[in-house]
């Protein structure tokens, strides 16, 4: 999962390391990358579903 999450795109890889420990909000990850609140959640929803993707590829062979 380690060198899935580092070939993601790298402000989607920034939105999703910061909030990995749930402990930031999606406003305060926005202002950490100088984004939108909207633009963090859009970021998220794109690595996550990447994420997935690659999981679901890998469980298949």
């Known amino acids: 999962m380690r ?7 790298e402000r989607q890889r920034a939105a999703l ?3 990995a420990d ?4 999606n406003a305060e990850i926005a202002t950490v990358l100088e984004t ?3 633009a963090v ?7 996550r579903r990447t994420l997935r ?6 469980e298949e062979m």
């Open 36 to 38: 939108s609140e909207k």
């Open 3 to 9: 060198a899935d999450i580092l070939t993601l795109p």
């Open 53 to 58: 993707a690659r999981l679901a590829t890998r």
């Open 22 to 25: 749930g402990e930031r909000s």
């Open 41 to 47: 959640e859009s970021m998220l929803v794109r690595a």
């Open 17 to 19: 390391l910061l909030s």
